[in-house]
């Protein structure tokens, strides 16, 4: 049979769990503050300390955020100038933990250009410390879920992990050849859009289910019959929102933010819920 659905499932904070991608991140963003001098600005703690802290206490609120005479973060809203701040600007409310050490870096001083760099570098390093060794997982009945859901829609991956090494990424959790794409360097959320489009395309094809082989081509998925997954409603959820698709968020941080179809706190919840859209009839 002819898929007709759509599954977008996010990376990082949804198939991929473990503090450790964020806290590479965050020694990343250290060893750039040393190298500029600007490792005081966080008087007696560091980047990584800082987020430790908020882990533990299951916070993105850290005491050290800094704030202007209206209570909204220092650089939040500074217009950007380039097109990595442009593609990723730093966010409030906060809802992970990447969010949390981009903000710290560009109040101590370090550009998007510089923090996206360590992000970058953090990736690196991880894969040298060894995926395995680190705290990088994914949920538990994942790969068996994809799988399931694949059968019966088309299930695309979706992610601002660059695609720079990311291999090495799917098979320490399991989910090589998961997926009938993998969309990296999506540039969420100003590339969400886009990447919707290349993803509902897949629905063109006429990918026949389960098989991998071509069937008889039609239109993209319709955007009724998408469901995005996520942790960020902003950048995972809002556009296929806005065209009425079917949203999952997992907001592990209770920010409450968005206006998701299905609010949950870990993968659990999500794969409940798209266990229950996969049943539903298609709407074309």
């Known amino acids: 049979m002819t898929r007709e659905k759509l599954l977008l499932l996010d990376f990082d904070g949804t198939l991929c769990l473990g503090d450790d991608p964020v806290l590479f991140y965050a020694d990343q963003v250290d060893a750039q503050l040393a190298a500029r001098n600007l490792a005081g600005h966080f008087e007696g703690t560091t980047v990584r300390g800082i987020v430790t802290r908020a882990f533990a206490a299951n916070t993105l609120l850290a ?3 800094q704030y202007d005479a209206a209570g909204t973060p220092l650089t939040v809203g500074t217009e950007p100038t380039h097109d990595d701040a442009k593609a990723h600007p730093v966010s409030w409310p906060l809802q992970d933990g990447y969010q949390l050490v981009q903000l710290l870096a560009r109040q101590a001083g370090l550009t998007d250009a510089e923090s996206g760099e360590c992000f970058r570098a953090a990736r690196r390093d991880l894969l040298a410390h060894g995926l395995e060794q680190a705290d990088v997982h994914a949920p538990s009945g994942a790969k068996e879920l994809v799988a399931k859901i694949a059968e019966c829609a088309v299930v695309v991956l979706v992610t601002n992990s660059p695609a720079e090494v990311f291999a090495p990424w799917l098979e320490a959790l399991g989910l090589t050849e998961a997926f009938d794409l993998v969309i990296n360097d999506a540039r969420k959320p100003f590339g969400m859009p886009e990447a919707l489009e290349r993803a509902r395309a897949v629905g063109a094809a006429g990918t026949a289910a389960g098989t991998g082989s071509a ?3 039609g239109q993209p998925i319709h955007p009724h019959e ?3 997954v996520g942790d960020i409603w902003r ?3 809002e556009h296929v929102a806005s ?3 079917g949203t999952v968020l997992i907001d592990r941080f209770h920010t ?7 609010r949950v706190e870990g993968f659990d919840g999500a794969a409940q819920a798209i266990l229950t859209w996969s049943d539903s009839a298609a709407r074309v």
Do not use: F, Q, T, Y
């Open 63 to 65: 005491a050290e955020i």
């Open 215 to 217: 069937a008889s081509p």
């Open 226 to 228: 998408v469901l995005s």
């Open 235 to 237: 950048n995972d959820l």
């Open 243 to 245: 065209l009425g698709g």
């Open 256 to 262: 409450g933010l968005g206006e998701p179809d299905h």
